[in-house]
Nanobody, 125 residues
Framework: QVQLVESGGGLVQAGGSLRLSCAYS????????MGWFRQAPGKEREFIAA????????TYADSVKGRFTISRDNGKNTAYLQIDSLKPEDTAVYYC??????????????????WGQGTQVIVSS
C-alpha cells in the first residue's frame, strides 16, 4: 500500500519561502513519477509541478515558473517543492501525488494513482 505524507506547510509572509516535503512509502520510489498540486478555497485542484522517476524531466504550471522548484531524493524516498517569493494567491492546501507513468513528468490529475492528505500553506500580505 503506497502512502504519501506531506509536511512543511505553514503561515508565512509574502516574499518568504517554504520547502514542502512528501515522504513516500510502500513501493519502490523510483518506479513512480511525482507531482504537486494545490487547491485554494472555493477553487478546483490545480497542477503545480511534476518530476519523472530520475529527476531528468520536470514541468511546471505557467503560474509558478521561476518561483517553484520540484525535486526528489530517491535515496530518501522523498519529493520536495521549494517555493520562493510567496504571494497571498499561493495560499492553498498543497498535495503530492504519485503516478505509475514514471518515465515522464505527468500533468494530468487523472494519471495519478496515489495522493497525500495535503499540507496547508497560508501566505499573509
Amino acid at each position: 500500500q503506497v502512502q504519501l505524507v506531506e509536511s512543511g506547510g505553514g503561515l508565512v509572509q509574502a516574499g518568504g519561502s517554504l520547502r514542502l516535503s512528501c515522504a513516500y512509502s510502500g513501493r519502490t520510489f523510483s518506479t513512480v513519477s511525482m507531482g504537486w498540486f494545490r487547491q485554494a478555497p472555493g477553487k478546483e485542484r490545480e497542477f503545480i509541478a511534476a518530476i519523472s522517476w530520475d529527476g531528468g524531466s520536470t514541468t511546471y504550471a505557467d503560474s509558478v515558473k521561476g518561483r517553484f522548484t520540484i525535486s526528489r531524493d530517491n535515496g530518501k524516498n522523498t519529493a520536495y517543492l521549494q517555493i520562493d517569493s510567496l504571494k497571498p494567491e499561493d495560499t492553498a492546501v498543497y498535495y503530492c501525488a504519485a503516478s505509475f507513468m514514471h518515465m515522464r513528468a505527468v500533468v494530468a490529475t487523472t494519471l495519478y494513482a496515489y495522493w497525500g492528505q495535503g499540507t496547508q500553506v497560508i501566505v499573509s500580505s
